[in-house]
């Protein structure tokens, strides 16, 4: 039996976990193993460079700064078990979590297992993740390796003309690839990129592979009106097509909204369930940054402990 279970091992649920352990609960925390594709640590791990989290002005990669944030968590007295929690009973407290290999109880759950950014799976994706591939123009749009240079965002929404626009700043040239002749995207937005000279849009196209050397160098594109062919000089490639939230473990016992995130109380980590809490991006599709994710882990555990203060088992 546990004071606090938190599910998740990203920033959100270390964060969550090192508040948990200094208030004096009994907080274990299951970090997963290749949950949904991703190693322990969540999306940062897949990160080769981080310039804007705090305290660390030389900068650092995203496994590097996850082993760092873990080390926190255990020296606080955090349990951590690398397992895959498979299922949770959230019918009556206290909560059961199970994994392939062990089962338990807890008073309160934070739920932070993050969402995983689409990729399109063209065939050499995986050889230019992170030498040129990018789900993150706020993250990574300003590293040195894309400073005026042609780029290409994949998407046709609101985010992906956010990121066109973001862009913009740093690249030479930023191409929008888009497979139909008009955009989702707001009007609001539409009417921005299109008046932006830096951006071009790329009616009609899909991408069919990516290709380089040691880093990305070019993008294989088809115009699917005409079946040509071409190749596109770029130096980076960022998806703009949506992530997938980490929650098809619960089950469908926690509200979640449409694209499938956890419905939270604004301003809170409050779910459905009293006594259930989510932080991180399996809750936050706006900001998506290492920094919020941390921040409301920290939310997350401060409400928590008042939860269980006045509900105790």
Not at 204 to 222: A, F, H, I, P
């Amino acid at each position: 039996m546990k004071d606090i279970i938190i599910v998740g091992s990203g920033p959100a649920g270390h964060t969550a976990a090192i508040y948990s352990a200094r208030a004096g609960l009994n907080t274990t925390l299951f970090e997963g193993w290749m949950a949904g594709g991703v190693a322990p640590g969540g999306q940062l791990t897949t990160t080769n460079e981080i310039e804007n989290f705090p305290g660390f002005p030389e900068g650092m990669t995203g496994p590097e700064l996850m082993v760092i944030i873990r080390k926190q968590s255990v020296k606080q007295g955090v349990e951590i078990f690398t397992e895959t929690v498979e299922s949770i009973d959230l019918s009556s407290r206290p909560f059961k979590i199970k994994t392939s290999s062990r089962e338990m109880e807890t008073a309160v759950l934070i739920v932070a297992t993050g969402a995983i950014a689409r990729r399109m799976g063209v065939p050499n994706e995986e050889k230019f993740w992170q030498k040129g591939i990018s789900a993150c123009a706020v993250c990574d749009g300003a590293l040195p390796l894309f400073r005026n240079q042609p780029l290409v965002v994949i998407g046709g929404g609101d985010t992906a003309m956010e990121e066109a626009m973001h862009l913009s700043k740093f690249g030479s040239k930023i191409y929008v690839v888009h497979r139909r002749d008009e955009l989702r995207a707001s009007k609001a937005m539409q009417k921005r990129v299109l008046a932006n000279d830096k951006i071009e849009i790329l009616w009609n196209t899909v991408m069919l592979d990516v290709g380089g050397s040691d880093v990305l160098e070019y993008v294989l594109l088809k115009n699917i009106k005409t079946d040509k062919e071409f190749k596109q000089e770029v130096k980076g490639l960022f998806y703009a097509i949506g992530h997938t939230p980490n929650t098809a473990f619960l089950d469908g016992q926690l509200d979640l909204d449409d694209a499938g995130y956890i419905l939270t109380n604004p301003g809170t980590t409050v779910t459905s369930i009293p006594g259930v809490y989510a932080a991180g991006d399996v809750q936050d599709k706006v900001y998506r940054q290492a920094i919020t994710s941390a921040g409301t882990g920290c939310m997350a555990s401060l409400e928590a402990a008042k939860y269980l203060e006045e509900n105790p088992l």
